[in-house]
């Protein structure tokens, strides 16, 4: 599998997204997603503190025991309060008790990749980043990072970073959800050396081509189990535009899933796509649909198809 660099890591370009452990499924269900993942050449494993109230961290350190130096794990924290209290935030303290936190659950004592979950409007980036600083040089984390951050906030992180930076930014971005190309955060991106990491890159199965209709959805879904929360994914607009995709796709030879990876890998912006899972079949999917290096031209024939 192609690589990309996160700051001084080189991970694979196909991640798996972490956020179904605990939540969707068990302890010994995400040990055999997790085990698929690495089979299929991923090494990058996003999670989060807030994740299944801690058992995605704690499901995937479990797996990882053996060959923990053989991947990167990911965790991002800043969402929910710590065990003690504290608020989320990115105050030096919550970080330091949510680090300790995050470290043990994963039972490993450093963490390749550490992000900000949200911004805090209450905290100055340049204080966050200094604590992170403190985290680096004490060998606890390697790279760091934030999530659901605009421009602005990006701009304004660079403009405070002093001997440790953000190397990424976390937002949502995928062939149907495509703010970041109009909200100025990508320009940022390419401003500041900052890698981008899509979340919901397969909007929540959407474009695995599995929803064809608004009433008839599968079973064991995520968005079947979700209720009316699945209209903020799915909607008569989007079924569209998959079918449209889908006869693009089948033209040469392709999928729907294979197509939406391939249009988020084949942008040099992004650092690694974490799709999630649920069935080991579906990891090792994701990673041979990354596989695919659309064109330009194939790019271009797409986006004018999407509009």
Avoid at 55 to 60: D, I, P, R
């Amino acid at each position: 599998m192609d690589t990309r660099q996160i700051g001084q890591l080189d991970v694979s370009v196909v991640g798996l997204g972490c956020n179904n452990f605990g939540m969707r499924i068990d302890a010994e269900r995400s040990r055999a997603v997790v085990d698929a993942a690495i089979e299929a050449g991923i090494d990058y494993f996003d999670t989060a503190e807030a994740y299944g109230g801690g058992q995605s961290e704690e499901f995937l350190g479990a797996a990882l025991q053996g060959r923990r130096d053989d991947v990167y794990v990911a965790t991002k924290w800043g969402m929910m309060p710590a065990a003690d209290g504290s608020p989320a935030n990115g105050t030096r303290e919550a970080m330091r008790t949510a680090i300790d936190g995050s470290l043990s659950r994963l039972g490993t004592d450093y963490i390749d990749h550490y992000q900000l979950h949200n911004p805090d409007p209450g905290t100055p980036i340049g204080e966050t980043l200094a604590a992170l600083a403190e985290l680096v040089d004490e060998g606890k984390v390697r790279e760091i990072g934030c999530s659901n951050f605009s421009a602005e906030q990006l701009d304004e992180a660079e403009a405070a970073a002093g001997t440790a930076r953000f190397t990424t930014v976390q937002n949502h971005l995928s062939m149907l959800t495509r703010d970041p190309e109009t909200n100025g955060v990508l320009d940022a991106c390419a401003r500041h050396s900052v890698g981008f990491v899509p979340y919901f890159p397969l909007e929540s199965g959407v474009l695995t081509g599995k929803y064809r209709s608004m009433t008839e959805l599968p079973e064991d879904s995520r968005l079947k189990a979700w209720g009316e929360r699945a209209g903020v994914f799915l909607s008569e607009e989007r079924i569209a535009a998959i079918e449209a995709v889908d006869s693009w796709a089948a033209d040469r030879g392709r999928t729907v899933l294979d197509t939406a990876m391939s249009w988020l890998t084949s942008n040099p912006q992004v650092a690694t796509v974490i799709a999630g899972a649920t069935k080991a079949e579906q990891a090792a999917g994701n990673a041979a649909a990354g596989s695919w290096a659309m064109t330009a031209d194939e790019r271009a024939e797409l986006e004018a198809l999407l509009g």
